[in-house]
């Protein structure tokens, strides 16, 4: 019956009959009623129009080249007789009641397309091959054809796995909200999600923190799982995305919110990346300066509160893992120990080394397990960057819980049945940490060369923040020489080409051998360090030649023979950075011209305190250097010093004629003086 727009005209126009005829409407002309009776002898009531009219747009114009077909000529032939009267058209249904496309629209549908994705299903009926399918075409970056051949065989096949890498491909590509609309979608043509495709939303919104709203469609999907008529129910997996996604925006009701629901025991009982997360959110949200507190002491109690969270979730790992319920791995024991290096109390340090001999059977390298010192604070007020960190008291609260206290003590029950976690790099870097902030050198060292031994039970290869963080070790206690040879270390063999030598490489190197200025071989392996600096880096370091020259100078005043040497072995360094700031052969800014500026000045106090201390016993060739390469440092400094005399000049604009006005009246100012 419902055909074509005809049928459906005259079927609204007898069920609104009444309505039109309380409205005072004129009534049908017989005309007219004639006119609809002819309408089913119409083109548009015959086989096979409404197909043609799909398919090939409306109907072609007066003058068109496109050829006609029959059905098109006959509908001309008619349509002076099928033209609609006044009364029709007043008879005609409101817009809203109007079906049908719209007045000169053009169908987007392209039948030869559509035709060619049909017969590339033929050969697509499993849905393996499908899966297949849409991952070489998203490969390929063919979004919209993979999207087309998913949709047709939505509806003859379960293709769950199509949709989910359709998802993936556009969380990959940041298109939050496209992954959306095609989840969305995906539900509509009866295609039920799985419990990857919740994996990859919620992992794919954890992605982009930045996104709005983000957290928000997180917390909800994941709760909706919970519901009744929901087929997938939440696993550990989706409980860790949703916690990732609520510790990247830094939003702990949430976090506990979503934490709260997980059981004790089972499949969904938390595991080693749930506490790992959890402990890593506390640590970021606790480190964060929040500008609103008035004094220091609100962010201690702020870091000591996160602490003591971390220890009472520790408390509850230790049960777990012993009996066999979860395994601890390397990534959570270093998110314990650095939770605890924000706790700046000397007990908190000392348990980062009872950790690693807890779960990681490192053997403890100090013997000390007495209860914390008093520091005061006076000792942490001075401005050295090298002074040792202000350890402040425990709270309260830990003196008080004695659980807490010795959570992290190895002389507990056997741990028979407990699989030990194996160190690795951070590890390292994080007993390395520890000992920096007890001042525990020669524990340090040792463990440092029990980690590190290849003949050792751990054999661990040290990368280049690890190498930093010993160096530091070094500095802390004035050991030159032994940074000098570790410099050398990570210049030889493949750790050259590993690129780990940098800038602050030599920063820390050099300031250990300034600490150890009392050293009369620290000139030496100062030197050792710069030549080594020469050989990796292509321009000098500015601030570790200016520490080189501060440890000359000190040099200068015991033997001048020990600091001209240490300044002619810095002549090729100073060639360098001299050819880089004036020749323009690499970019410099600002801020390292005025530090190449000051570090030339420094020299040039070096060369006068070294003419000083050695007087005439200088030789002739020595003074004719000494004054050549004063003469270069002079003209850096002058360079350096009217270029930014020009550049701070205020300009002056005069008028036309103003000089011969200062002339007549007696001179540029008031007066006529000068």
Known sequence: MFTCKACISRCIRTIFADVLIESNVPALSQQSIAASHRVRNAPSQRR?????????????????????YGWQHRARRHQTILAPSDNERAFSPPPALQLGRRAGARQTF???????????????????????????????????????????????????VSWNHLIDYNMAKGKVNNAEKIYNEMKKRAQKPDAQTYTIILRGLSWYPEYPDSLNKAVKIYHSMFAENCAVKPNVIHTNAALHVCALAKDLDNLWGVAARMPTKGARAPNNVTYTTILNALRTIASHNDPSEGNDQQGFQRRQGAVMQGRRIWEDIIPRWRAGGMWIDEQLVCAMGRLLLLGETEQDNKDVLSLAEQVMAIPLQTSDRSEPRTISHEDGNSKNP????????????LSQTTSLATVFRSDSPSTQNASTARPGRHTLSLLLS?????????????????????????????????????????????????????????????????????????????????????????????????????????????KTVSTYVMLASVAATKDYRVALSALQTLEPAMRLLRNKMTLGVAEVGEQEKQDIGELANSVVSAYDRVSGRAGDRLSAEEKKWMLRMKGWMHGVVERRRRRFEKINQPVVVRERGSEWKADEEGGPGEGGSV
């Open 434 to 542: 520890a000992c920096i902030n007890l001042r525990a050198i020669n524990p340090a060292q040792s463990y440092w060369g029990l980690l590190t031994s290849p003949t050792g039970p751990y054999n661990i290869d040290p990368d280049s923040e690890n190498y930093h963080q010993y160096l530091r070790v070094l500095r802390v206690s004035r050991a030159s020489r032994l940074a000098a040879e570790l410099v050398q270390e990570m210049h030889s063999g493949d750790l050259k080409d590993a690129k780990m030598l940098q800038p602050k490489t030599f920063k820390i190197a050099m300031s250990t051998c300034i600490r150890d200025k009392n050293n009369p071989n620290a000139m030496t392996h100062a030197q050792n360090i710069l030549r080594v600096m020469g050989k990796t880096l292509e321009y000098p370091d500015v």
């Open 110 to 160: 392209d039948f030869k397309k559509q035709k060619e994705l049909d017969r590339e299903l033929e050969y697509l009926r499993d849905p393996l091959r499908l899966a297949e399918n849409t991952v070489s075409l998203l490969r390929r970056d063919d979004h919209e054809k993979a999207l087309d051949i998913v949709r047709r065989a939505s509806k003859s096949m379960p293709c769950t």
């Open 48 to 68: 096979g129009y409404h197909v043609a009219r799909q398919f090939f747009g409306n109907e072609p114009k007066q003058g068109s080249l496109q050829p006609e």
């Open 386 to 397: 090298h002074h040792r960190p202000t350890l402040r008291q425990p709270p309260p609260e």
